[in-house]
């Protein structure tokens, strides 16, 4: 077993591969294709994906061409952040199901709280109820294996937990060295979810800096190397994205072991993008 078949299993007894590959920001067409492509062939199993990327055609026709059997690659997509309204869930996850070609999803979140135009700055408890109460509808339907939630803050999710059914199985937050949304992260993993750490690598702003690449070069890693090894030692997933063959498959490499040492500096390093957060990451 590698880590790409390792898994966590998530609150409902559904395996997850430990580290997925995110595809926000690649174009669809030829690049998702070829980037999820070369992903399979290098070993993930666990593809992140979601309606607004855009690219939910060309990630699943990748998936479905791979010769890869479908039960061994674990699929997540996501419910637009902009659908508050509980009649239009279904049909948007009905879309979501026809663009990826498939007949079932390992992992279905709504986007965010909020539609992205009010990002942290408003409460829609009795909206996001509402939509995750379709959730669970389509969850109970089989078409699902988990649902999740994504961007909330421990206030949003706590309007879930105390008012729904189904728990969430995780939620995906922006989550890497020195910003990694204590307060959100804590409550989520107290009541059993999973956190999945989006732009681990700061959507690159990681990658420059000099005290992260000083402590890499002590393990004989890249920083890129070390930004992911630091999720799963703090039993987080994270979800590298990445279109070059050759990051691709380095991110794959991360069977060295952080210090004890290391990960408490680590986890007590400085936001190196501080300015890149909306209010309700923290
Ligand atoms: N739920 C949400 O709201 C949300 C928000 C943001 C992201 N996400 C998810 O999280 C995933 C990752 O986040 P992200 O897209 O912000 O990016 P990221 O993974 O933090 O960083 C990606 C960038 O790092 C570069 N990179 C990757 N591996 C590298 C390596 N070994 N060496 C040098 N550079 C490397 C990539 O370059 P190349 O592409 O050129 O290879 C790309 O420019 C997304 O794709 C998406 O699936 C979710």
Redesign the pocket.
Known sequence: MTILTDTYTLNNGVKIPKI?F?????PDGEVAYDSVRMALDAGYRHI???YV?GNECSVGRAIRESGIDRDEIFVTS?LPAEVKKADEVLPHFEKTMENLGLDRLDLY?I??PWPWAHAGMMRMDEENLAVWNEMEKIYHSGRVRAIGV??FDNLDLKNILHRAEVTPAVN???Y?VGATEPRNRTCAQSHGLLIEA??????????DSPKLKAMAEKYGV?T??LAIRFCLQNGVLP??????R???E??AQVDFTISDADMDKLNAFDDPNPDNHNPSQR
């Open positions: 997925g995110g595809t926000w920001q690649i992140d994906t979601a990327y996501k979140l986007h965010a994504s961007n995906q937050i922006q890497y989006y732009s681990p690598l700061a959507t690159g702003g990681l990658l890249s890129v190397q979800l590298p994205k990445a279109t070059h050759e990051h691709i380095a991110n």
